[in-house]
């Protein structure tokens, strides 16, 4: 059952994966369409009992960046990976135009800008108002990540850094799910961390 669900939740943000024909799977939608950013949360979680930290933090930042992707996909018709700026209030649309470089493609913004947009779009929506109250926490622990050989970095994320950003991150997407009045599909689908 979660695995449909998570089927569901990356037909509803990626169009190639939407175009493939998948057997098995119900005609109707399942859950609340962020399962797959749960899957990157438990994916994330074997990673680092594996002690690949630079790996599972990399997950968490996906899965914070899947988050608002799937949030503004869903509640306002726009795609991160080709903004149409025709959907944002006219007094943000000139933040949000592409650049002169950029005419020929696609407007993409990045994990600061869309939550940025989010709250613009919505500040009273769940998800921007967890992000506006935990901006500067968010935008330190990104600095750490950003450190990271896996980012822009050199030096491995430790696992005393690790939990304090999947600490950060568990609370985060609670909260989301506390202000949509609405219950983790994934609870405790953990797949085992070692395979003996």
Known sequence: KILEAIIWSRKTIDTDFNEKSIE????????????????????????????????????????????????????????????????????????????????????????????????????????AKIYLSRKSELIGLLEVRNLSIFAHGFRPITKEEYNIFNTFFENFFDDFFTGMNAKRYAERCQFPHRLQ
């Open 24 to 127: 098995m799977i119900s005609k109707k939608p399942k859950g609340h369409g962020y399962e797959l950013v749960e899957d990157l949360l438990l994916n994330s979680e074997r990673r680092a009992s594996q002690g690949r930290y630079d790996d599972a933090v990399g997950r968490l930042y996906r899965a914070l960046e899947l988050l608002v992707q799937i949030r503004l996909k869903l509640q306002y018709g726009i795609k991160t990976d080709d903004v149409d700026v025709k959907k944002i209030p006219q007094e943000y649309r000139e933040e949000y135009e592409p650049k002169n470089d950029m005419k020929d493609r696609k407007n993409k913004i990045g994990l600061k800008e869309s939550y940025e947009l989010l709250a613009k779009l919505n500040d009273d929506d769940p998800l």
